[in-house]
């Protein structure tokens, strides 16, 4: 099966990982001899509640049976998409009232552009330095390393750039800005949190200029650190919420969420402002929906600052500089960027995955299903400073 990933699945980089895969299921993926590799990295962020959690598989057999796709987006009224906007609005503030589901998270950051654009009629868009908002030519405009989208020039114009966490750049966002899209913890840039206040300046200013906040919660979102989004946490409410990966524990997804008088942009001027054939699907509409059901019904998003606090305790060596992130968001740096690599090819031979991060190449990613049990993560954290113990000798 290797050889055929390799030839006829294009590629993204010149050494894939190849694990060939024959199932998964709670925190373990197994290969193909049978072998089981304990997850921390949860399909990037996206396995909320470990790999195919009973109640999830259910909701999507079930809807299956029912009807899958019926029509595009926004025409026909089906249960699962408004049940689960219905009760995700439940969870939200005021002005997160209305949600535009989409299939992917960089087209939830298009989607968002265009409603800005469009709510404001001012075309800037502000992004930071070291941001990863996906990989369409809209969300790559926004991507804060050159390196990365250089070669696909021309991209959106009128989009600038702010250092994250400076308050001084705060002053470049202006009545010209349609959007400000920051990620609410930066993801690919190192798993950097917003230092005291910092979202509370960047609100400030935007309601100043009337500039749309727009907060990419795609990966810390869905309980990744211990509250439903992270933004809570920090006392603050955008204009425009972006979501995915976790959303659907395991399928694709994603949506943006805005007051339903701001959506309302996207009806009229021009109709079908934004639209989409399979935003909404009913199978992955019932597995939100069953996700979200069983964050709200469990203890899992309360045991999430415990888990963290175990890693925090267990991942202590020399060779560890600092552990950056929040809740099961963590990114411990090591010494140098060979070392990290080392790790994680290692520790995959070893049977635990984890995963590297964008733009830190020192850091291993650690972002394990929030399901994990305390003695998956003693395991696998054993695993890494045995591994970082015998690249020393
Ligand atoms: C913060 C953030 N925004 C956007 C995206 C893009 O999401 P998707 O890969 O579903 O398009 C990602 C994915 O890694 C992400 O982490």
Redesign the pocket.
């Known amino acids: 099966m290797k050889e055929d990933f390799l030839k006829f699945q294009a590629q993204t980089s010149p050494h894939p990982l190849a694990m060939e895969v024959s199932k998964a299921k709670g925190s373990y993926i197994y290969d193909e001899k049978g072998q089981p590799y304990l997850d921390f990295v949860a399909g ?2 996206a396995c909320t509640l470990g790999h195919c959690h009973p109640k999830v598989v259910k909701a999507i057999q079930e809807q299956a049976e029912k009807y899958m796709h019926v029509m595009v987006y926004g025409e026909y009224a089906q249960s699962p998409a408004v049940n689960y906007t219905k009760f995700l609005a439940s969870l939200l503030p005021p002005n997160l009232q209305s949600t535009y589901l989409v299939n ?6 298009e989607g968002a552009i265009k409603l800005a654009r469009r709510a404001t009629g001012r075309s800037e868009l502000i992004a930071a330095k070291n ?6 030519m809209g ?1 790559l405009s926004l991507l804060g390393k050159e390196e990365r989208k250089g070669p696909f020039r021309p991209l959106l114009p009128d989009v600038s750039f702010i250092n994250y966490n400076d308050d001084e750049d705060l002053a470049r966002i202006t009545s010209k800005t349609a959007g400000v899209v920051l ?1 609410t913890i ?3 840039g190192g798993f950097i949190l917003p230092t005291a206040n910092y979202l509370k300046k960047v609100r400030e200013r935007c309601h100043e200029t009337e500039a749309l906040l727009i907060l ?5 979102g869905f309980g990744r650190t211990g509250t439903l989004f992270a933004f809570e946490q920090y006392e603050i409410v955008p204009d425009i919420l ?1 979501i ?2 976790g959303m659907a524990s395991g399928m ?3 949506a943006f969420v805005a007051s339903i008088e701001l959506m309302s942009h996207l009806q009229q001027g021009p109709k079908l402002g934004h639209i989409t054939t399979f935003g909404g699907n009913p199978v992955i509409a019932a597995a939100s929906l069953a996700t979200l059901r069983e964050l709200q019904e469990t203890n899992i998003m309360l045991e999430v600052s415990e888990k963290e606090q175990l890693f925090r305790e267990l991942l202590q060596h020399e060779n560890i500089l600092e552990i950056r992130g929040k809740g099961l968001m963590l990114a411990p740096i090591l010494k140098t960027a060979e070392m990290a690599n080392h790790v994680i090819l290692t520790c995959a031979k070893k049977g635990l995955i984890l995963f590297w991060l964008q733009f830190e190449p020192r850091a291993l990613r650690i972002s394990p299903p929030l399901t994990i049990s305390k003695k998956e993560i003693e395991e696998g954290c054993g695993m890494i400073l045995e591994v970082i113990n015998m690249y020393e000798q």
């Open positions: 990037v962020s992917s998270g960089t087209e939830a950051i941001a990863y908002h996906g990989n369409t969300s990620e930066q993801g690919g990419d919660e795609i990966q810390p972006v995915g990966k694709p997804v994603g």
